[in-house]
């Protein structure tokens, strides 16, 4: 036998093997959740990953046992997986569905079914513009192809050549639902033809064919042809998950059709029609691999449980001491907060050649809000990557390169745009650090525009920095001087966390004393930017200085105001609010945003139960109206606190 | 005003009925017109409308749905704004709360000036008792308080104390006006430790240090507190240098102009009270210091004399402040009769000795 037809047999082999133990166990009780196994199927995850070397990244869906057997993950952490113990790949963080070992280049699977050929496509990104000469594999099922992600994915694959694999195993069912009716073409290979790549279609049963398509495609992309996309027809022949019902949407008839194509048995008569091996070498193949499963599940069985102790680490890595902050130079001309943030990723860009920008517009153009102007000419056009309109697509391709080594920067001009991609940031972004127990890391930068003005209407327009304060594992970042934006823009850029970076559209052109040299402003603390007695007024962005004017005025009238910026939605510095509150007695939130579950209401929860004693007034908010913001300049205006409501606000809370 | 809201008869024959529903919350504002709550008599189930307008107040007893009411039964209020519930209960805020809690209020005393009555800090401080207000000491007299309670703490200071003549002395200063007692005293006792080290030395981890030098501290009182500048080597020096370096030192306290080398590396310190008429008192050890001397009044007095004459002399009363960790009374003892025999006898040599 060659070692590379030992290899296709031997994996192919473990996968089944494995698998079987799996049902097995499942039915044991050893698996505590889902089980979704990949018999049937081996030849192509085996076919593949032949030719990938373990700085290859892989990315795969919930059906991804095989494809972390074959990139050369041993047995015994894929059951410990399943068996929610420590020593598992994901160190019990994701059984069945969320399979993580970045060391052998298995760089995740995940239980929404399309991301993952975004995420290949990142990979793809990375070893471009690092020229490393890796490919990036996404291995997804027939039920991803009719997802956004498919379309925008292999487009920009396509149009920036990256090099990538996209191998979709066509089993012919998403779940239960049959591809020949979910398709209007299903023929999934000719759609390759939409997105300008090759398209190629193979028997997914037989490991030979796969493996000779997926050695062409992967030469073609280490050499720069750019990517394809692989459709191996085949068979699942165990239901969709361990223990659900098999015969509403198919016959049995059907599935002892496709077990009489199992790869492996056909792949056996073959090597043995071929002379290539005898009856003893694969018999002691077989014996060896059987000896090895059963010993890992017996090792898994007895292995360790994590300590609960640790279910909330790695949600963000660890934390970075900064320096000093600089001090402003009062003999430098002010300069605008949009120069003050270009100023911080100028700088950096020069200093880390993995550091590339994503967005419309944002190269030779140099922005929208002119956040790039200059750098396309100093940096080029792989580094500064105008994109078609695909937020959901380049969200998941900057994910992927997050993963795999570079430092993305989405600029996305508006947050209404990226919220297409929310799936994106929370499901995947969030929590690619957590689901890897802290083997990942997220360094992906996502800055753009919010905040009501200049009747941009409703889809220019959003604040939902509240939205994704919700969700762990992301920083979200609200700074309201060009001083602010700077230090921590240079923060969220040396940050190993997602960051978004969200800049009040009506801020962009106001201008400050900014330091020339580069400063970093750690997340999470506040700065008291009036101090007083009466009152503590907490306010983001546009806000804040609607509630200094307001401050501004009232000192006139003999009521004291003190406010705080947190300048960081996510993390919240709530200390120091409540060290405000603990002397003033008075609190009150103004936010653009939405009122129902806002960050106004959180810092209200904070304060209610851990400054209780300190309360002498009700809490008040002030918020944006519940409704989307409209065109006309006096419905605009309706919708945000102006000053003489924040005023009033007030004046109310010292007579509560 | 609180304006009752009452169940009222629906038709002349009805003696109970049901409170079905509000159809306002308690605490939202109600215009009159307004659909109130629902009552349900035997024969009818009638939406009642608020006659006056206000925020409606339901008190915790009130009638609950469902439960049975008899025409005139009081079901809530409608409060003005800001106007306080009719049942008595005060709404206190939590930091008012706690504010009486510290300055011990009694907070059914007091009328609050908040919204509807609700008591706020403002008033319970109001009615607190006055207490005088306590400025924090300054920097100056808080490391004083600090160094004396390190020195009773850590030494064993037993005071001794002498009648000595001071004739020779209050003649030298007769002579020259600008020379101190405390001068002449600085000169005086560094001859004496010469004869008398132990008192220079210190106490350090069970082991008793040397003197680095006859360096002799002077108390000086300024408006900001006590400090002790250093005469350095005063064992070196004549009664008129060490009169000079005193003047400047004391200038230079006064002044707040003193250098870190001014006032370290003292050995033994003199502290004179006589100007203010006192006589012997009990001087504090400057820590880490082992012997304080102080100065009374020099005063005339009548002396007897051996043949029965009485004779009037300057006297002065030493007081010898020891650490009797370092030494014991009687070499103290010994210093004080040293000190007391110099004073006799090296003066006669002159200031400019």
Redesign the interface.
């Known amino acids: 036998m060659t070692p590379h037809s030992r290899f296709l047999y031997r994996t192919m082999q473990l996968i089944r093997v494995t698998e079987e133990q799996l049902a097995r166990c499942h039915a044991r009780g050893l698996i505590h959740g889902a089980c979704h196994t990949y018999v049937g199927e081996e030849a192509i995850a085996t076919g593949v990953c032949a030719h990938l070397t373990k700085e290859d990244a892989v990315f795969s869906t919930h059906r991804g046992h095989g494809h972390a057997l074959a990139k050369g993950m041993p047995p015994f952490e894929l059951i410990a997986e399943l068996f929610g113990r420590k020593a598992g790949c994901s160190r019990g963080r994701g059984g069945s569905m969320h399979l993580f070992s970045p060391e052998i280049g298995m760089m995740g699977t995940s239980g929404i079914v399309a991301p993952c050929i975004l995420q290949a496509a990142g990979a793809g990104y990375s070893a471009m513009l690092r020229k490393t000469k890796q490919v990036g594999v996404a291995f997804f099922g027939d039920g991803a192809v009719n997802n956004g992600a498919f379309h925008e994915g292999l487009n920009m694959a396509s149009i920036w050549k990256l090099p990538t694999l996209f191998v979709c195993e066509n089993n012919q069912f998403a779940t239960e639902v049959p591809f020949q009716y979910a398709a209007g073409n299903p023929d999934v290979a000719s759609r390759a033809a939409s997105y300008g790549m090759p398209g190629i279609q193979v028997d997914g049963n037989d490991v030979a064919a796969v493996s000779q398509a997926a050695e062409e495609a992967i030469v073609r992309a280490r050499s720069g042809g750019g990517p394809t996309l692989i459709e191996c027809k085949t068979y699942r022949t165990r239901p969709h998950a361990e223990g659900m019902g098999d015969y509403t949407y198919r016959t049995r008839e059907d599935v002892a059709a496709w077990r009489e194509r199992c790869p492996i048995k056909r792949y056996r008569a073959a090597l043995l029609a071929a002379g290539e091996a005898t009856e003893a070498e694969l018999n002691a193949i077989d014996a060896e691999i059987q000896a090895e499963v059963a010993r890992a599940t017996a090792e898994a069985e007895k292995a360790a449980w994590p300590d609960a102790a640790d279910a909330t680490a790695h949600v963000y890595a660890p934390a970075r001491s900064v320096g000093p902050a600089a001090v402003p130079d009062e003999s430098r001309p002010p300069i605008s907060y949009a120069a003050a943030t270009l100023e911080a990723l100028d700088r950096e860009m020069a200093d880390n050649p993995n550091i590339f920008v994503f967005g419309e517009g944002i190269g030779v153009r140099g922005g929208n809000f002119a956040t790039t102007a200059g750098l396309f000419s100093k940096y080029g056009p792989e580094r500064l990557r105008d994109t078609p309109i695909s937020e959901r697509g380049f969200v998941g391709i900057a994910c992927g390169a997050a993963m795999t080594g570079t430092r993305p920067i989405v600029d996305f001009m508006f947050i209404d745009f990226i919220n297409d991609s929310f799936g994106e940031i929370i499901n995947q972004i969030a929590k690619m650090q957590y689901m890897s127990s802290g083997r990942l890391k997220m360094p992906l930068l996502m800055r753009g525009c919010v905040g009501i003005g200049h009747s941009a209407a409703t889809h220019h327009s959003g604040s939902y920095h509240s939205i994704y304060s919700h969700i762990p594992g992301l920083r979200v970042v609200m700074p309201s001087t060009p001083y602010d934006a700077k230090g921590l823009f240079l923060h969220a850029l040396r940050s190993d966390d997602p960051v978004l970076f969200l800049e009040h559209r009506e801020l962009m052109s106001t201008k400050g004393i900014v330091p020339a040299e580069p400063y970093e402003i750690e997340f999470g603390k506040a700065r008291v930017t009036r101090t007083g007695k009466d009152v503590t007024v907490v306010a983001l962005a546009l806000m804040l200085h609607r509630v200094q004017t307001a401050a501004e005025q009232l000192e006139g009238e003999g009521i004291s105001v003190e406010i705080v910026d947190p300048r960081t939605v996510s993390p919240l510095d709530t200390g120091t609010i409540l060290r405000s509150l603990q002397k003033t007695?008075r609190l009150l939130i103004v936010d653009e945003a939405f009122g129902p579950c806002g960050i106004a209401a959180e810092i209200a929860a904070h304060a209610a139960d851990a400054g209780?004693?300190?309360?002498?007034?009700p809490i008040k908010r002030l918020n944006g109206a519940f409704a989307p913001t409209p065109y006309s300049p006096t419905l605009e205006a309706a919708v945000t606190p102006p000053v003489e409501a924040i005023t009033a606000a007030i004046r109310d809370l010292v007579?509560? | 005003m609180p304006i009752a809201i009452t169940v009222p008869r629906l038709g002349w024959s009805m003696e109970e009925g049901t409170f079905s529903a509000w159809l306002k919350q308690h605490g939202e504002s109600v215009e009159p017109g307004e659909m109130l709550f629902a009552i349900e008599s035997d024969k009818v189930t009638m939406d009642v409308e608020a006659l006056d307008g206000g925020v409606l107040y339901v008190p915790a007893d009130a009638p609950q749905p469902g439960e049975r009411v008899v025409p005139g039964q009081l079901l809530g209020y409608l409060l003005a704004a800001g106007e306080a519930a009719p049942d008595g209960r005060v709404a206190v805020t939590p930091r008012a709360r706690r504010v009486a809690r510290e300055l011990d209020v009694d907070l059914k005393s007091l009328q609050g000036t908040g919204k509807g009555g609700r008591i706020r800090e403002r008033d319970v401080r109001g009615a607190a008792p006055k207490k005088p207000q306590q400025p924090v000491a300054q920097p100056l007299r808080r490391t004083i308080a600090a160094r004396m309670m390190r020195s009773t703490q850590n030494t064993a200071p037993v005071t001794l104390m002498r009648r000595v003549d001071a004739t020779s002395m209050a003649a030298m200063r007769e002579q020259d006006k600008q020379i101190s007692y405390t001068a002449i005293m600085v000169k005086l006792a560094a001859q004496a430790l010469e004869q008398h080290p132990l008192l220079a030395s210190r106490w350090e981890d069970d082991s008793i240090v040397a003197p680095s030098g006859t360096h002799i501290g002077i108390a000086v009182d300024t408006e900001h507190g006590l400090i002790v500048p250093v005469i350095r080597d005063a064992d070196q020096l004549s009664i008129t240098q060490i009169a000079a370096r005193l003047r400047q030192l004391v200038q230079a306290a006064h002044a707040r102009q003193l250098k870190p080398e001014d006032v370290d590396g003292g050995v033994f310190t003199i502290t004179n009270l006589g100007a203010y008429g006192v006589e012997a008192f009990t001087p504090i050890l400057n820590y880490p210091e082992t012997a304080v001397l102080g100065m009374g009044a020099v005063q005339w007095e009548p002396v007897a004399l051996g043949n029965g004459h009485l004779v009037t002399r300057q006297q002065i009363t030493l007081s010898l402040t020891f650490d009797h960790r370092v030494l014991d009374g009687a070499p103290a003892a010994r210093f004080l009769q040293t000190l007391a025999e110099v004073m006799t006898t090296a003066l006669r040599s002159g200031p400019h000795a």
């Open positions: 007695g209780f004693n300190d309360l002498d007034a007579n509560e």
